[in-house]
Every structure is written in structure tokens, then in C-alpha cells.
């Protein structure tokens, strides 16, 4: 029979070692990191659990607060399609639209209807959001409105939101917009314009039950339906025929 190596032995310290990292590793690939905008809601729960420790009625649902709020706020990692033009899903969540409308009139578009998904997230779903197109912000602007519950199709025109436009690089112009829902109050979208995104790069959050519309260029061609399940930075919406640069199609 084999010898077990004593503790101290170097062979076994390095087992261990490896053993460790691996675990952490595994942990790492598996929950997913959060992002930064849930640190204040996640201490301020956690804070409250510390120093109610003592009295359970305090403790436990402030740590249940605190774990909701770090699982609201996940970010995990994505890998978006290579394919040329692909313009992917901006958000997780079940695909409620796919039709038609007048993008938002802040953007300052031709009032003339364009293809349009629109995409629901529930208070289950993860909340960043992606941009949906490799390109160059034109135009990004923050309208105030209602909260009305953002399944609504009077949500889009009634809700507050944050509407931003991107040109590609294929010279076509994209747009996607932010849209509150019923419990949503806080929406983030960090790029300005003249920003260049990558397609599937994280741009923004919003809190607490939201949509996201994309609008895209006249005929395109929409390969989703509604009640289908979106992946944020990985489902395909579309795919933008090659233009020879001169111009966008909307």
C-alpha cells in the first residue's frame, strides 16, 4: 500500500493548493460577478444584518434582502455571435413585440415606422443591458414620463426612457431604447455620443422591472418572435445587409 505523504510534505501542500484554486476557480465560471450598481443596495442590506445579528427578525430578511440585491444586480459574462452585421438581443428576457412603430421623436428620426423587438425583463431577469450593434453612438437622450407597467404597448410613448442611437459600421443606423416599467425608477446608460460600443459590451442598467426596445433599419429582415426567450449580447435579432458605407437605410 501507498504511503500517504505527511502534511508538511511540499507534494501534498501543492495538492492542496491546486485543489483550492480549482474550487475558487469553478466558483468564479458558476455565479456570476455583480455589477458595480448593486455595491449600495447589497452593503446597505448587508450593514443592516450586521448590526441586527443579534436579533433574528432583523437579521435574516435584511441577509435575504442583501442576496436578492446581489442576484438582481448579476452581470454575467456573454459571448456575442461573429457573424458580419448581427445585431443582438440587448437584454434578457421574453421577446413581447415584433412589429412596426414610429421610433421615439427625441431621437430625431423621420417620422416613418421602422422593424421593431421589444424585449421585457421581469424582476427575475438579468437587468444590464447591451448594445445590440458594433458601432458609434449618435444620439443619446433621457425623456421623463410614467411608470406604467413596461409590457404595455403605451409604454414605449408614455414611460420614462433613454432613447440612443448607433450607426454602424456599415454606416446603417440602429436605435435602442430604455424603457421604465411599474417599479423602475433608476435608468443608467453610460455612453455619450461620439462613444464607440463593441456589439454585446455592456452599456447601462435599469432597476427594478424594465423593457428594452431595438429599432432598426426599413427592411430588415427579423429572425425572432414573440414569446421567445432573449440572451442579452447573444440572441440574434437580426442580420444588416452589407451597405457600401455611404449612408444609413432606415
Do not use: K
Not at 507534494?11 to 474550487?23: E, F, M, Y
Not at 465560471?29 to 443579534?54: E, Q, S, W
Not at 431604447?177 to 459590451?201: F, K, M, N, W, Y
Amino acid at each position: 500500500m501507498a504511503r500517504r505523504p505527511p502534511i508538511d510534505d511540499p507534494r501534498a501542500v501543492t495538492a492542496h493548493t491546486s485543489g483550492i484554486a480549482h474550487v475558487v476557480e469553478l466558483i468564479r465560471h458558476t455565479v456570476p460577478p455583480m455589477h458595480p450598481a448593486g455595491l449600495p443596495f447589497v452593503a446597505a442590506a448587508g450593514g443592516v444584518a450586521v448590526a441586527g445579528r443579534r436579533h433574528r427578525w432583523i437579521r435574516t430578511p435584511a441577509a435575504a434582502t442583501a442576496l436578492a440585491c446581489a442576484a438582481f444586480f448579476r452581470h454575467p459574462d456573454r459571448v456575442p455571435p461573429s457573424t458580419p452585421g448581427a445585431v443582438v438581443a440587448p437584454a434578457d428576457g421574453e421577446i413581447t413585440l415584433v412589429d412596426t412603430a414610429t421610433p421615439p421623436a427625441e431621437l430625431g428620426w423621420p417620422d416613418l415606422p421602422l422593424p421593431r423587438v421589444s424585449t421585457f425583463l421581469s424582476l427575475l431577469d438579468v437587468h444590464v443591458q447591451r448594445s445590440p450593434s458594433t458601432g458609434t453612438v449618435t444620439r443619446s437622450v433621457h425623456t421623463p414620463g410614467s411608470f406604467l407597467s413596461a409590457d404595455l404597448p403605451a409604454a414605449s410613448e408614455q414611460n420614462e426612457r433613454q432613447s440612443m442611437a448607433i450607426r454602424t459600421e456599415g454606416g446603417q443606423e440602429i436605435a435602442v431604447v430604455q424603457i421604465a416599467g411599474l417599479l423602475a425608477r433608476r435608468i443608467v446608460c453610460d455612453p455619450e455620443s461620439g462613444d464607440r460600443l463593441s456589439v454585446g459590451e455592456t452599456y447601462g442598467l435599469i432597476r427594478f422591472g424594465s423593457r428594452v426596445d431595438v429599432y432598426l433599419p426599413a427592411r430588415t429582415e427579423l429572425l425572432v418572435r414573440p414569446g421567445q426567450r432573449a440572451v442579452g449580447g447573444e440572441t440574434v435579432f437580426a442580420t444588416l445587409p452589407s451597405t457600401d458605407g455611404t449612408g444609413s437605410d432606415r
